[in-house]
């Protein structure tokens, strides 16, 4: 079966969710026929769509673009992110303070976010106008305490389950963390443009990430002990 679009960039896991999830669309539902032409780069620029990792830094492209900040992918990937999200879970795993130098929060995004994102702006054929770049990024800002008790306490329950050591702490919710102060004054990111892109792809709620944090902790657990 010929696929709707070619995922071009760097092999990683990223360019392997999107591909996969594009992979999944059946080719009766393009919406023109010009679709199968669609080069799609993710880490490179391409003529029918890029995807670039956000930075501070403003960011021009002759193609339709996507900036994709905080992802969270099953590996680290450097291309997309500094390690931060994987060194709190190895440090929560192995008992181990918070690396001194991770104190911001981060908007956190499951990859498979970002993957149907992309897959339904190529069904609905509606990809961002040249110039009208668009930002993807968790909605929920996670301090890196928050990232550690809930690893912390979902690597507890693990081992628990296969030790057959079960205790009322492992089978309670993670604890809250208190928000450390100023939490209501930080810099949040723009997603304006994005949830109003999604609405006009047919999606009732915008820009709602679904995918759980829970569930990507989990699956960084899963091939850090594969």
Wanted: net charge negative; charged share 25%.
């Amino acid at each position: 079966m010929p696929r709707v679009a070619e995922v071009l960039g760097p092999q990683g896991p990223l360019r392997d969710a999107i591909a996969s999830r594009l992979d999944t669309i059946p080719y009766h539902q393009q919406q023109h026929d010009d679709l199968r032409q669609l080069e799609i780069g993710v880490g490179i620029e391409a003529s029918g769509l890029s995807i670039l990792p956000w930075g501070e830094e403003k960011i021009s492209s002759q193609s339709p673009l996507i900036l994709v900040r905080d992802v969270i992918t099953d590996i680290c990937d450097p291309l997309w992110e500094d390690g931060t999200f994987h060194s709190i879970i190895a440090d929560a795993i192995s008992g181990s303070d918070i690396h001194s130098g991770i104190k911001k929060p981060r908007f956190w995004l499951p990859v498979g976010d970002v993957a149907e994102a992309i897959r339904i702006m190529v069904i609905e054929n509606k990809l961002p106008a040249p110039g009208q770049t668009l930002l993807m990024a968790g909605r929920k800002p996670w301090w890196p305490e928050a990232v550690y008790a809930e690893a912390a306490h979902l690597w507890n329950r693990y081992s628990a389950s296969v030790e057959g050591t079960h205790r009322p702490s492992t089978l309670e919710q993670p604890p809250m963390t208190p928000l450390p102060g100023g939490h209501d004054k930080i810099a949040r990111p723009n997603l304006d443009r994005i949830d109003r892109h999604m609405r006009n792809c047919g999606e009732p709620h915008g820009w709602r990430p679904s995918g759980s944090l829970r569930l990507a902790i989990m699956r960084v657990f899963a091939n850090l002990y594969e």
